[in-house]
C-alpha cells in the first residue's frame, strides 16, 4: 500500500518551473530518501505534501488523501522535521516539546524523557539562546516523542554533530520497527546510503531515477584492487576485456583498475588462473552514483 503517490506533479512560481511532472511512490513502513542538488525541487515537493503549497498540476496524495482538501486530516498521523527550525523564544526548549505533543493529543512523556535523555539536550534554556543543532534537537525529539504513521524530514539533521546523526538514525530504525513510514531529504549521503530501503534522484524538478540502491549501482562501476603471484605479464590481457576501464599497477604490484557489473563474471574467468593472492571489489558510493546523475543528465 502506497503512503504518498505523487503522479505527474507540477509546481510553477510565475515563470519558473520549480517541479516539472514529478512521479513518487512511497510504501508504508519503508524509508525513502529524496536526494538532489540544491535548487533541485526536493522542499517544494515537501511543501505540496504539507499542504503548504497548492500544485500547479498533477495529484499528490497521502494516505489516499488529496494533500490540498486533505491537509488537517492527513496532519493528525504525520510528523514533520524541517531543515531550519523557528521557535518560539521566550519558551524553553521544553515547553516548546510540550506544545507541539499537546497538539498532537500524545500524553505519554516517558519517551520524549528518553529522547532529551540521548540528544543531551537540556530543556531548560530559552530557545532564543539555542544554537542551530540545539533548535533541530527539539524539532526531532518533537516529532520522534509521538507514534506518527508517517515522518516527513527535510534536511533533518542539519546542524547536527555526528555522534547526535547517529541517535537521530537510531530513531529512524524505532520508527521503522514501529511500522512507520518516513520520506528523507538530505545531503548526507552517507545518512541515506545507510537508512534508506529505496531512493529518487531529483534534478531540475525532475526525478531522473528511482530505485532501490543495489539496483542502482549498476549505473557506474566497481572499483577493483588486487594483488597476484603470477608474472605481470600474465594480467597483459586484463586491459583488453570488455568492461574494463583504467588499469593501473603500483610499485608495489598491486593492480586496480573500474570495472563494468555486467562484465564481472568475464573478468573473474580470466583472473581464475592468476594465483591472485588479495583481491577486492569496491561498489559506488551513493554519492558517486549521484555525481554520475548530475553529470549525465
Not at 519503508?30 to 500547479?56: C, D, H, M, Q, W
Not at 526525478?207 to 577493483?224: A, E, K, Q, W, Y
Request: charged share 25%; proline share 3%; hydrophobic share 40%.
Amino acid at each position: 500500500m502506497s503512503v504518498i503517490e505523487i503522479s505527474s506533479l507540477k509546481k510553477r512560481f510565475g515563470k519558473v518551473q520549480a517541479l516539472d511532472g514529478v512521479d513518487l511512490s512511497v510504501e508504508a513502513g519503508e524509508v525513502y530518501g529524496f536526494i538532489g542538488p540544491n535548487g533541485a525541487g526536493k522542499s517544494t515537493t515537501i511543501r505540496v505534501l504539507l499542504g503548504l503549497l497548492k500544485a500547479s498540476e498533477g495529484t499528490a496524495r497521502i494516505f489516499d488523501k488529496d494533500v490540498w482538501h486533505d491537509a488537517v486530516a492527513i496532519h493528525r498521523d504525520i510528523a514533520y522535521v524541517p531543515g531550519d527550525v523557528n521557535l518560539w523564544n521566550n519558551l524553553s526548549g521544553g515547553e516548546v516539546i510540550d506544545l507541539f505533543c499537546r497538539l498532537r493529543k500524545s500524553h505519554e512523556h516517558s519517551y520524549r524523557d528518553e529522547l532529551i535523555e540521548r540528544f543531551e539536550f537540556d530543556p531548560t534554556k530559552k530557545s532564543g539562546t539555542y544554537s542551530k543543532g540545539n533548535r533541530q534537537k527539539v524539532a526531532l525529539i518533537a516529532a520522534f516523542s509521538v507514534a506518527a504513521r508517517l515522518y516527513i524530514l527535510d534536511e533533518p539533521t542539519s546542524g547536527l554533530d555526528p555522534l547526535m546523526e547517529q541517535i537521530f538514525r537510531q530513531c529512524i530504525a524505532e520508527a521503522k520497527a514501529r511500522g512507520a513510514t518516513v520520506l528523507l531529504s538530505s545531503h548526507i549521503l552517507s545518512e541515506v546510503e545507510q537508512l534508506c530501503d529505496r531512493i529518487s534522484i531529483i534534478r531540475s524538478g525532475k526525478i531522473i531515477d528511482s530505485g532501490t540502491l543495489d539496483g542502482m549501482r549498476h549505473l557506474t562501476r566497481n572499483h577493483v584492487s588486487l594483488q597476484t603471484d603470477a608474472p605481470p605479464a600474465t594480467l597483459a590481457g586484463l586491459a583488453e576485456l570488455p568492461g574494463v576501464h583504467h588499469l593501473k599497477t603500483d610499485a608495489a604490484g598491486m593492480v586496480s583498475f573500474d570495472m563494468d557489473n555486467a562484465e564481472t563474471a568475464a573478468v573473474l574467468a580470466f583472473l581464475a588462473d592468476k594465483s591472485i593472492r588479495h583481491l577486492v571489489s569496491t561498489p559506488p558510493s551513493l554519492e558517486e552514483l549521484f555525481m554520475t546523475h548530475y553529470v549525465s543528465h
